[in-house]
């Protein structure tokens, strides 16, 4: 398989396709719509886990699981909840395969295994969770309950991205029931933030927080909020979403709690969720022609080292200096592998490493041995320095930080010149097309415009930004009056 | 609810399911056969993964997520797995819910949305992943292959309990792929061996590693290795099981490579797991009738301080003092808990924690800041002793290090006082009926006396145990030639 990708320009979509697979991240299974996360793809998902658990946990969350399959009852006790995954949904009817009498050697569904009810796989846990909940739940002193499931959900999609897009995929979606209303929009809004620090920080991509509009909001929810970012395509994508469900599910699940008065009142409920749909915002944000390029926070190797070496006498020389530099930079809690393969040449160590954004490489040949130096290639920017070997753990360290903060910065300054104030509806069509990105417009605030402007763009309102400022102004498309601006955008 | 447990003596099978849901581990869930596991029956579970996720690294592992369905045609590929999980397996072969037109706000599947092929929710993984694999070897070079899954997987069982037998379960499946046979043999053994140094070192819980005969291996595998560890009631549990696989499944999904020669092969495999019914292992060997005993190893918190307090005063002091106890063990790596709920009294809190098997409780009166000391209780063997602030922190540690080697010890001394060698069937049934446990005993190798065995008194072939010896005699029940034992045993 040829490693040379096709660049962004040429065909933005056919290199996120190619980069993925050829990278080693992921790709299509033999089934509809599924994927297989490849060992490389999965060590980077294990990393962002881990950090997300770690923020669950020190903001007061526990870990728990609940079945994968909902009964079609409880699916549709939340009513918009279940008209809004109706539709997309995988169901279990049957619970046992057969010999099929009509041809040998095959199995066929069981006609008298047919399940008395039919078992929804679940496409997000509300039900199930609301469900439970209800045995849970009986004074104040039983709340706030925070909990957090890390799972796999189903939702038949018809169109499919590995990453962005997959009819299973992994996420954590956490399940929270509260006292009062304030207290659960305080928790929506914290987890939303929880996810906005964990993005930028270490997964080094800039988001707007906001709120959605109603015809965005998730099915059930009286508010979502949300982080959007945006891709080097200038199509938006919508990274982490949390939800302040008010009393819906409460009430469809009969959730009630004596409060300190000793009055039943229903709870108060948020969700929230984060899902693979990342890995495709990383590799999207930050990678280039050459291949993958990862901050540092999240590379599962941090720094490779290939040895340059025609003799045994040179390899044994060269590991010897490696071993101590791998000693050194663990003591520095960084990952760091010694590419010793006997089976690929530097040159072919080289372009697999780039493909796979390993952000810093140190080759060591028998010139560097003879000087006590060694050459850190840069995956970010692509430089090359001569390093000496007793400045080479403190360089080592200020460039990884360096190359989190630069890809930051890179994805920052991208994004803001990204987002383009436009006051009519031709200049909303013209940016839209010619430029992408961010628009921030007025819009009269009713589903009618928003779905209209939908139909003839393909943009949608992204968020609300929760920075907005009161701003007069008259709407992008009707001309009606507007007291703030929104974010359009295509979007993933 | 009443926190008082059945005892053991009095209904074995109801002490287990109600400490299972009054330890708050787990409960029954609204789907059939599916558990709820609680945030406590979690932690204990996310120590589990934790330990045996980095033993599987350490032992050249990589971990990767392959598709929750199989495709029917993958599923019956090989035709020895394919017939032993089609009896139990959930099936999804709809893709939609639509409004139900005789039942208003009620959906039903939706007739045109049948999948052209039905999926089967995985039962075990070997049809996807072999699947997979095909395209991931093509030469010497490709392999070994050394890939993990932590994943759910579906097995419709009739009767099931919570952890030990349940419709979904979690677990992790390692399939692995070799060049030989000798190391695809050795891998399978390695992981046995991990499995086995797992749950003696951490669960405290003794096995015996061995061999399943033909009748009692995994579906599709040439040799099952397995660990089986003896409940309380003399029952045994089988913990973990390594499968050779030998080229079955690569013949059935064609997987082949070029060895050194050239020359195309078929691959040989491995697979091995461990699922959430260890935690059905880890309740059954060390708990009592006060409730769960937890070794430290799997503790969430392995110590909890409760405060015994009249005034504000005394919490305060007692605050001050439980704050340097923290610090102090927290800086040995010990998880701690500072029990200073003001909703609950000392000795709820006391029954609490005994409950849910905490292995040390210190408890800090009024009279133990005068004295400078504390109180330590321990789970294991309700023993008390005062200990003075000085010495506290190293006590603590000297505990839990013997609390971990008391519950090991104990439950390998139950397993070996029931390990009865029997010569005669009269004494198997007997041994059986009256005292439990392990029965070492001669069998004739066939099938057709194990099945006979096992019509007429419910025992089956646990294992043949890997560090058997050879020796002469004559099987217990039909009196022909036999070179070795092997263990008998009820199980669950």
Chains 1, 2 share one sequence.
């Not at 040949?365 to 130096?373: E, H, S, V």
Request: hydrophobic share 40%; glycine share 6%.
């Amino acid at each position: 398989m040829s490693k040379k990708l096709t660049s962004r320009t040429e065909d933005y979509s056919k290199w996120y396709n190619e980069l993925v697979v050829k990278a080693d991240l992921a790709e299509n299974s033999a089934v509809r719509g599924c994927m297989v996360i490849k060992p490389y793809g999965y060590a980077i998902w294990e990393k962002m886990q881990a950090e997300l658990d770690k923020k669950f946990k020190e903001t007061g969350h526990q870990n728990a699981y609940f079945p994968l399959f909902v009964p079609k009852s409880l699916f549709e006790a939340e009513e918009k909840n279940a008209e809004g995954f109706a539709k997309e949904c995988a169901v279990v009817t049957h619970y046992r395969l057969q010999n099929d009498p009509d041809k040998p050697g095959k199995l066929r569904v069981d006609p008298e295994a047919r399940l008395e009810e039919e078992l929804v796989v679940r496409p997000t846990s509300e039900a199930i969770i609301w469900n439970t909940y209800r045995g849970w739940i009986q004074s104040y002193r039983d709340l706030p309950l925070l909990i957090n499931q890390w799972a796999n959900v189903v939702r038949w999609e018809m169109r499919t991205r590995l990453f962005l897009r997959t009819a299973e995929f992994l996420w954590q979606e956490g399940h929270t029931a509260h006292a009062t209303k304030a207290e659960a929009l305080d928790e929506a809004k914290l987890m939303n933030n929880v996810y906005a620090n964990f993005v930028e920080n270490f997964m080094a991509i800039p988001v707007v927080q906001g709120v959605k509009t109603e015809s965005e909001r998730f099915a059930g929810a009286d508010e979502t909020y949300c982080i959007e970012a945006l891709m080097q395509d200038g199509k938006a994508l919508q990274a982490g979403t949390s939800h302040f469900l008010g009393q819906n599910f409460a009430k469809a699940f009969d959730v009630k709690f004596a409060n300190k008065e000793g009055k039943q009142d229903h709870v108060w409920a948020t969700s929230w969720g984060v899902s693979t749909r990342l890995m495709g915002a990383l590799i999207m944000t930050h990678s280039d022609d050459q291949g993958l390029v990862l901050p540092p926070s999240l590379a599962p190797n941090q720094v490779v080292i290939v040895p340059i070496y025609k003799s045994d006498e040179d390899l044994n020389a060269i590991t010897e200096v490696a071993n101590s530099i791998i000693t050194d930079l663990r003591a520095k809690n960084r990952t760091i592998k010694f590419d010793n393969r006997t089976t690929h040449r530097p040159g072919a160590k080289f372009a697999q490493h780039e493909l796979q954004g390993v952000p810093l490489r140190i080759a060591i040949g028998p010139k560097d041995l003879a000087n006590g130096t060694v050459e850190i290639a840069r995956r970010d920017n692509l430089t090359k320095e001569t390093v000496s070997l007793n400045d080479l753990v403190n360089r080592v360290e200020e460039l990884l930080e360096d190359i989190q903060a630069s890809l930051y910065k890179k994805a920052l300054d991208y994004r803001d010149s990204h987002i383009t104030e436009v006051e009519n509806f031709d200049d909303f069509k013209n940016v839209l097309e010619n430029k992408g990105g961010f628009i921030s417009a007025h819009w009269d605030g009713t589903n009618e415009t928003e779905d209209k402007i939908k139909e003839l763009t393909k943009a949608t309102i992204r968020c609300i930004p929760l920075e907005n400022k009161e701003e007069e102004g008259v709407c992008v498309y009707t001309g009606a009056p507007s007291k703030q601006r929104v974010l359009f955008a295509k979007a993933y």
